[in-house]
């Protein structure tokens, strides 16, 4: 199994523009989980689904952040428009019923200037 | 309190010594508990799970207090490559949950 691919690995941006984080997580799990990280806060849980549907957006940080998983494959990451503060590494991670810990993907970190 | 709280280090020791970290956890309805480890600018992978019986995987040995609402790692015989930040980790229920991590204790193993 490949893991969880997450993709680009590296996006600079400017301030406003769009941004697409994708994910893909590993076959047969069935929870999606999208992690932010720096150095301030470290790990915080944005948004989770189990079998594609969100189950809790809590963690978004504002509506400028939206998540879709359309399929059991693929998940996204949007920010619209970005700013400077949302510059972290992006982690997606998937888990079988949620048990014994996650599988991480590589990450994708975010430079918004 | 914060939710998952621990030293973030970083401890610096040489080859072949014994470290332990230690951790907290604020919620007393948390059913599961996890060591990662971070390598530098890497994803958290998972090093192992902690049981109340307390386990161990080789070297490292993970402990349970469920009264005080404290876990523990221990690492003995320590490697070069062990040098990583450790992330404490909690989940809040015993079916669906979301892990809740610690910020990380940092780990730097000298020659």
């Known amino acids: 199994d490949a893991g969880v691919i997450q993709s680009p690995r590296h996006e600079v941006t400017e301030m406003g523009q769009e941004v697409t984080l994708r994910c893909k997580p590993i076959?047969?799990?069935?929870?999606l989980f999208w992690y932010r990280q720096t150095m301030m806060r470290g790990l915080e849980l944005l948004i989770y689904f189990n079998n594609n549907v969100p189950i809790d957006d809590s963690g978004m940080p504002e509506d400028r952040f939206s998540a879709k998983m359309p399929n059991a494959s693929f998940s996204t990451l949007k920010i619209q428009p970005s700013e400077p503060r949302d510059s972290a590494v992006y982690f997606c991670a998937s888990s079988f019923q949620g048990r014994n810990g996650y599988t991480f993907g590589s990450g994708t970190r975010l430079t918004v200037v | 309190r914060k939710e998952v709280e621990q030293d973030p280090g970083p401890f610096n020791v040489p080859e072949g010594a014994t470290v332990a970290f230690n951790c907290t956890y604020s919620n007393s309805a948390s059913q599961s508990f996890f060591w990662y480890r971070q390598d530098c600018r890497k994803e958290p992978k998972l090093l192992m799970s902690v049981y109340s019986s307390g386990n161990e995987d080789g070297r490292f040995t993970a402990q349970l207090n469920r009264a005080s609402q404290y876990i523990s790692l221990l690492i003995r015989d320590s490697k070069l490559s062990d040098s990583a930040t450790y992330l404490c980790?909690?989940?809040?229920?015993?079916?669906?949950?979301?892990?809740?991590f610690g910020k990380g204790t940092m780990l730097l193993v000298s020659p």
């Open positions: 980790v909690v989940n809040k229920y015993s079916g669906y949950s979301t892990l809740t």
């Open positions: 076959s047969g799990h069935d929870y």
